[in-house]
């Protein structure tokens, strides 16, 4: 392990956690990632392996059979996940963000049935809050869920569900839709959303009455997991099924569960980060021009310089917001600040690394070609780079807010 990217004041057992995670990292993913990519194929024994360690358990209770950890060792462990292959990475991350609002804002009834078979990975979260037309906007959405009006107190929700993370692969899929029961006229979009825990069958086609998950996504990078839609027609879901007990309280809690899932995209930023320079620093000491290695000329040092420097502050910003959510505090500033930077210096790492590899780099036997298709999706995921500067502006507004 290298000197960058290290954590001050981990307990004993955090540290056993991250070691045993890099450990299957360098053995289980990276000798097989870059094969598993390129014929975009699910990592199963991959996640089995996850299993067997415990981390689809790791920040569930452990009244209901997981580790118990904080936010931080997960950003931990999903900053080494995403070093050796950043789609693994997306295979928990949605999973924990369902676990982590069921913790959170489930009934009793729905922590009870819910999260024990969570931790050991029988049943696999995902969730869904985007639609085709409405990009980051929200409040836009226009799936819906009324009543049923055969007395049973069901709802059947319509509409249709974009960018779906682990959609063909999870049992579990909290949907956000909009549900106007009992709120007057004028009533603020937000305030009228619903988070729905609606079960399924894994796979695709229609995988229970009146839900059909259509297929893969096919996309430029972040292969092997699979992105879907999800289509909605008069689909029947229970009223206990109804995330908390309650209508209207759904943006609310998609908003909570997306600020650890914000903490979870700056961590894959840096992981990816740190192998993009781990391969442009062994490259570099390898590659010989001008009768000496490339790690000799002083714009490849200044490169790497750059480089290591924006690993070390992202890192650090991940770091800080998620020891803020895990104490108890407020973290869409610093979780907003944390996804923001460390996408944007992820592209730029990964793209400093390309150019050091200089041809080889758009060789597909090399594993910064993948990288580089790979870190697109992080300035993207969990909302864009602009969509943070905005909830990072508006906080620093309300901190600063000069008198009179």
């Known amino acids: 392990m290298g000197r960058l990217a290290q954590t001050e004041g981990l307990t004993e057992i955090q540290r056993e956690i991250v070691s ?13 990632a870059t094969e598993l ?5 699910y990592p199963a024994q991959i996640v089995e392996g996850l299993k067997e360690l415990g981390l689809f358990g790791l920040m569930i209770p452990e009244e209901y059979g997981g580790l118990g950890e904080s936010l931080l060792t997960y950003a931990l462990c999903v900053e080494e996940i995403a070093r050796g292959w950043m789609s693994v990475s997306g295979i928990i991350n949605t999973h924990f ?34 639609e085709p037309g409405l990009g980051s906007d929200v ?43 009992g709120h007057p006229e004028g009533t603020p979009p937000h305030k009228s959303m619903t988070t729905f825990l609606v079960e399924k069958e894994p796979g695709f086609g229609q995988v229970k009455p009146g839900l059909t998950i259509p297929g893969k996504i096919e996309k430029m990078g ?39 899932g914000r903490v979870n995209v700056a961590a894959r930023g840096c992981g990816v980060a740190q192998r993009a320079f781990e391969l442009g620093i062994d490259y570099a000491q390898q590659r010989h021009t001008f009768g000496k290695p490339i790690a000799g000329h002083q714009a490849i040092q200044f490169k790497l310089a ?28 610093e979780a907003g600040m944390a996804k923001y930077l460390a996408s944007e210096y992820c592209k730029e790492v990964v793209e400093d690394a390309f150019r050091i590899h200089g041809g080889y780099g758009f060789s597909k036997e090399y594993e910064i070609e993948r990288l580089y298709r790979e870190a697109p999706m992080l300035l993207i995921g969990e909302g864009t780079a602009e969509i943070q500067k905005m909830i990072v502006g508006r906080r620093l507004l309300e901190e600063y807010r000069t008198q009179g």
């Open 222 to 260: 972040y292969k092997g997991v699979d992105t879907t839609e999800l289509v909605m027609d008069d689909l029947r879901v229970p009223a206990d099924r109804v995330l908390g007990g309650h209508t209207g309280r759904g943006f609310y809690h998609m908003m909570d569960g997306v600020e650890v």
């Open 97 to 130: 963000i369902v676990a982590y609002m069921l913790k959170q804002h489930g009934t009793q009834e729905q922590k009870d049935h819910f999260l024990p078979r969570m931790a050991t990975g029988e049943i696999r979260g995902a969730f869904s809050m985007s």
């Open 306 to 333: 750059e480089m290591a420097t924006k690993v070390e502050a992202a890192h650090a910003l991940m770091v800080g917001a998620a020891r803020k959510k895990d104490s108890g505090q407020r973290n869409d500033l």
């Open 139 to 181: 409040s836009a959405i226009t799936s819906k869920g009324v009543r049923a009006d055969d007395g049973s107190g069901d709802f059947l929700l319509t509409g249709q569900k974009m960018w779906l993370t682990n959609g063909g692969s999870s049992t579990l899929v909290a949907v956000l839709c909009r549900t106007d029961e």
């Open 37 to 41: 990519e390129h014929k975009d194929e």
């Open 20 to 32: 045993t995670v890099r450990s299957f990292v360098d053995k289980e993913i990276l000798p097989v």
